[in-house]
Nanobody
Framework: VQLQASGGGLVEPGGSLRLSCPAS????????AGWYRQAPGKQREVVAE???????NYAESVKGRFTASRNHGLNTIYLQMEALRPDDTAVYYC?????????????WGQGTLVTVSS
C-alpha cells in the first residue's frame, strides 16, 4: 500500500494550498484518516482528524482556515488550507487507518513541505 502526500510548496502569507493524499495498492477500506504536521524543531501534531463516523476534528490553530475531506471512491484525503500563516510552515503528513493488504493497521504517508513566507 502506498500513501503519498502532495501539493505542498512555497506560498505567501494569506495564500492557499490544497494537499492531496491518495492511497493505492491493497486498500480494502479506510476507517479513519488524518492530517498531521511537524514544524522544524517541534513534535508532530494533529491538524485534522476524520473519524470513522465521518466527523472532522480540527486543531484550534487551524479552525476556520483549513478543511479536511475524503473521497471514498478514490481512497484519497484532502486538506484545503486558506489564510496561511508563517507558523503553518511544516512538513504535512497524512495517515490512514483501515484494512490494508488484508491487515487492519495504520499507515503514514510521506510528507509534503509547506512553507509560508514572503
Amino acid at each position: 500500500v502506498q500513501l503519498q502526500a502532495s501539493g505542498g510548496g512555497l506560498v505567501e502569507p494569506g495564500g492557499s494550498l490544497r494537499l492531496s493524499c491518495p492511497a493505492s495498492g491493497g486498500v480494502e477500506s479506510i476507517t479513519a484518516a488524518g492530517w498531521y504536521r511537524q514544524a522544524p524543531g517541534k513534535q508532530r501534531e494533529v491538524v485534522a482528524e476524520i473519524t470513522s463516523g465521518g466527523n472532522i476534528n480540527y486543531a484550534e490553530s487551524v479552525k476556520g482556515r483549513f478543511t479536511a475531506s475524503r473521497n471514498h471512491g478514490l481512497n484519497t484525503i484532502y486538506l484545503q488550507m486558506e489564510a496561511l500563516r508563517p507558523d503553518d510552515t511544516a512538513v504535512y503528513y497524512c495517515n490512514i487507518v483501515g484494512f490494508l493488504s488484508g491487515e487492519y493497521r495504520h499507515l503514514w504517508g510521506q510528507g509534503t513541505l509547506v512553507t509560508v513566507s514572503s
